[in-house]
């Protein structure tokens, strides 16, 4: 046993989604060996402003500066919690029907109960396995899965420790993590005006400070920059907001909703129907044109085919003029209030913010609205002063130093050297995440691209298929973080696929029952971030970038490994069967300790002299900040250089400039309807008919939101007590269950008879989930809002099944963006709405409403598990 932690304070990046990008650096308390508190780390135990070289942005008499402290959220600060949950996975499982050596029984993945078994026999097991598996049918019948939606480890990743061992055994099937934050700009508005790596404007350099001087308003288009950017940066973006009130920059909302940063912040909200953007859009833009009110000349020269846009617009191609009066019949916003954007847009400095996901991006057809507005910034001449595209969240993503609105720092540093998760490999076989369940149940699959955030452009014009031979399929799925049913496309149709018979053998490894985990043949189980020892980065918070000396906080709760060890285990275990196996452990570890990692990720991240720093140092002061680069003001804001000189400064198209027609669409998809060479109003096809025109809309009359969660990073922190006792937390049944919010309107409350405080159901023919119903005028009429994420706690498993947890992506579309985008589809979707007796349902479904519950933090695993 290892001995207890005491009386001390360690450094934790407590972001919650990435593959090695940490943020959200903090200082976690600990006393008498559990964590006492966690909270902002202040940086001038170490540093001074001076030392810093603190930025500062002036503009109409006030001041903005970064701050000495780190600004963590509250999903970080109280996430001390989740180390101490009665969900977590106390030792390894198995299924108690799964016999490896008779009947595996996969149709009973999501309902059996799970035995305890011991590391060794656990680790045996899965060896054997995938040493059958392996000569049976080659190393490609295994597919690793790594959800990126876990804690964000480096030595001990969360993403991906098994794809390391797999490659050394001969490979695996890899699953490609699709751009799902950035869906619509990376299938569309690349399309547009190129900007590697996402399809968001990539040149962001000092926005902020140009904003501030020149802008006159910020539209934040489907954004919450009071809730998205906690998991992934903290608190600025809640600064920036702040700041903008308090210069005179208006704030317009567009969205479905009124969130938390249009309530705080928004001097006008314009709801608008979920995904429906495309007609404001359109409308906005024929206005404009027939007005005479956007810079022809600035689209002389900045952009190619403004005239196949104009076309369309003005009904030449189809007979229908684009009018505010035709878009009002599908977005939901009145035909004045259309027009009134529109001539405020053409009169100021205007810039539009997003903060990633939401329904404007990952619906159906999500391309066109991303296209759409890329062409009302070039109408607006995108790029000159007080005009541009920014993001509020994911500062600095992907190593892109200029993804930054806020000044940048002397060195970005990177984590990749004691980084031991999954990487973007380009090589062969594997397929899009999105198409995973097809891949499991069809016999072959076809899609476009590599279907990776942050591949250019032409990536996606390539052709790929999957078509194994038969019996040499996917045959085993090997997860971790896994969350894929909560998080992603067609999450029922996704639970039918684990039960199918071919797949042979599912492991997981995770710290928590939950999701996925539910379905796996063995589980086992993983330590927090805050049981275990690593490097981290924080390249997210706007202030300053830094590097992290995670220390151990508290001991391992229950007989778990770190997601590193726990597949050492399997390599030792592997390794014992000899042959190709010989020697993996050392290969797997490459002869390194936890601390070796560590050493290699401070020596490598990228700062000046990083061979011959001083690492004992390092581990005593516990951090490291960069300073603000010198000059940093000096650097041109934005697209400034491609608005002055767009022959000097091109785009990354084929034209260089901005292309409202698309001769690479035109040429490499000549016959695909939905995303063309010109953004068009798309009703239905290639899957989807979500459309409130739709004959569906008859039975499913109101279109689902689900945004990124207020209390949650996606699937992570739903069993948190603290946000669980919250009024918009949970709302608390007459059978005493937690339900995940269910927004309605009163409007539509009351034809369809629901009370604040009822229990519904949301469904369509996919299936049905609950939530609490909670009325409120902040989501307009015609919609209805449940964030995604919350916990699967299935009642009937599969399509058509019924999940009382609220886990609506189990309801969502399982066709993609369109049929050449491989992108998810977990929005704007629609819906039914009706009362439910929980009671009725507790006597038809007796075993699922008895199970283990902690009001506390949910569905626990207790009676799950069975005695030998």
């Known amino acids: 046993m290892l001995s207890k932690t005491t009386d001390k304070s360690v450094v934790k ?27 902002p780390l202040h940086y001038d135990q170490l540093y001074t402003p001076e030392e810093l070289n603190a930025w500062k942005i002036e503009a109409r008499g006030h001041v903005l500066e970064p701050g000495m402290k780190s600004y963590p959220p509250p999903l970080s600060v109280a996430y001390k919690t989740r180390t101490y949950s009665p969900n977590r996975i106390p030792y390894p499982l198995k299924r108690v029907d799964w016999d490896p050596n008779g009947e595996r029984n996969t149709q009973n993945r999501g309902m059996s109960k799970y035995v305890r078994i011991s590391w060794d026999e656990a680790c045996d097991l899965i060896a054997a396995e995938i040493k059958r598996i392996q000569e049976e049918a080659g190393p490609f019948s295994i597919l690793a899965q790594s959800d990126g939606h876990g804690e964000t480890k480096n030595v001990h990743a969360a993403h991906g420790c098994q794809t390391n061992l797999l490659n050394l055994t001969g490979g695996f099937l890899k699953q490609a993590r699709q751009p799902d934050s950035w869906e619509g700009w990376y299938w569309g508005a690349k399309h547009a005006w190129g900007m590697d790596p996402v399809g968001m404007q990539t040149i962001t350099t000092n926005v902020i400070k140009d904003i501030s001087e020149n802008g006159d308003a910020i539209f934040y288009w489907g954004a919450d920059p009071e809730t998205t950017p906690w998991g992934w940066g903290g608190q600025m973006a809640s600064r ?69 846009f104009e076309y369309y617009v003005l009904g030449r191609e189809d007979g229908v003029p684009k009018t505010p009066a035709w878009a009002a019949e599908r977005c939901g916003v009145p035909d004045y209030r259309i027009k009134a954007l529109a001539r405020y847009w053409a009169k100021h400095k205007v810039s539009i913010a997003h903060c990633n996901g939401g329904g404007y991006i990952r619906a159906a057809f999500a391309h066109e609205p991303a296209r759409m507005e890329v062409y009302l910034l070039g109408m ?20 892109v130093k200029t993804l930054n609105p806020l000044p940048s720092c002397s060195v970005l540093p990177s984590s990749e050297g004691a980084y031991r998760g999954a990487t973007m490999d380009l090589s062969e076989p594997f397929i899009p995440k999105t198409m995973i369940h097809k891949a499991i149940t069809e016999p072959s699959i076809e899609w476009r691209g590599h279907v990776i955030a942050g591949i250019d452009r032409a990536d996606q014009l390539i052709p790929f298929k999957y078509a194994p031979e038969p019996g040499k399929g996917i045959r085993m799925i090997w997860s971790d973080a896994p969350c894929w049913s909560t998080c992603w496309n067609g999450g029922h149709e996704f639970q039918d696929a684990l039960r199918h018979p071919n797949l042979e053998f599912v492991l997981v490894q995770h710290p928590w029952m939950e999701n996925d985990c539910l379905f796996a043949d063995i589980i086992l189980p993983t330590s927090t971030t805050l049981e275990l020892e690593d490097f981290n980065v924080d390249v997210r918070s706007g202030q300053w970038n830094a590097i992290a000396y995670e220390g151990q906080a508290v001991d391992p709760v229950g007989d778990v490994r770190t997601d590193y060890e726990a597949v050492g285990e399997v390599a030792r275990a592997l390794e014992r069967l000899g042959g190709a196996y010989e020697n993996l452990y050392e290969r797997y570890t490459h002869g390194n300790e936890v601390i070796d990692w560590i050493e290699k990720g401070f020596r490598e991240c990228g700062m000046e002299g990083g061979e011959t720093a001083d690492f004992d140092q390092f581990l005593e002061d516990r951090f490291k900040l960069f300073p603000t680069k010198e000059d940093w003001d000096e650097t041109p804001a934005g697209l400034i250089g491609f608005y002055e000189d767009p022959e000097g400064n091109p785009l990354l198209t084929p034209s260089g400039k901005i292309e409202y027609y698309s001769t690479t669409l035109a040429e490499t998809f000549p016959d695909d309807k939905v995303r063309g060479p010109v953004a068009h109003w798309i009703e239905k096809g290639d899957g989807h008919d979500d459309r409130i025109s739709s004959e569906r809309a008859k039975e499913y009359p109101y279109l689902l939101v689900t945004n990124h969660p207020r209390w949650r990073v996606h699937a992570n922190h739903d069993d948190v007590p ?32 629901l009370a604040d405080g009822d229990i519904a159901g949301i469904y369509n023919e996919r299936g049905m989930v609950l939530g609490g119903v909670i009325l409120s005028e902040r989501i307009m009429p015609g919609a209805v809002s449940q964030d995604h994420g919350a916990r699967c706690d299935s009642i009937v498993v599969g399509m058509g099944g019924l999940d009382r947890g609220g886990a609506n992506n189990l309801i969502c579309p399982s066709a993609t963006t369109s049929k050449n985008a491989a992108g998810e589809v977990t929005n704007s979707f629609l819906v039914g709405v009706k009362k439910v007796d929980v009671f009725e349902l507790a006597e038809q479904y007796p075993e699922a409403f008895a199970r283990s519950y902690d009001a506390e933090c949910g569905r626990v695993l207790d009676s799950l598990i069975v005695e030998e």
């Not at 990046?13 to 559990?34: H, W, Y």
Request: aromatic letters at 14%; proline letters at 5%; a negative charge.
């Open 722 to 753: 603290w946000f669980r006792e919250l009024a918009t937390g949970k709302v608390v049944g007459p059978d005493g269950y937690g339900y995940e919010p269910l927004y309605v309107n009163p409007v539509d409350a009351e034809k369809l008879g």
């Open 240 to 308: 920036l907001c702040y700041w903008f009130n308090e210069i005179g920059v208006l704030s317009v909302f567009v969205a479905p909703d009124c969130n938390y940063a249009a309530a705080v912040h928004a001097d006008k909200w314009i709801p608008v129907l979920p995904n429906t953007d495309v007609a404001l859009q359109l409308a906005i833009a024929y206005v404009w044109m027939t007005e005479g009110t956007y810079e022809k000349e600035y689209l002389d020269t900045h952009s190619v085919g403004f005239d196949w």
């Open 380 to 399: 607006r001449g995108v790029g000159q002063p007080g005009v541009n595209q920014f993001q509020m969240i994911e500062w600095q993503l992907m190593d």
């Open 13 to 39: 990046c407590l972001g919650f989604c990435g593959f090695g990008m940490g943020s959200n650096i903090t200082e976690v308390d600990v006393k008498d060996g559990r964590v006492a508190r966690i909270r």
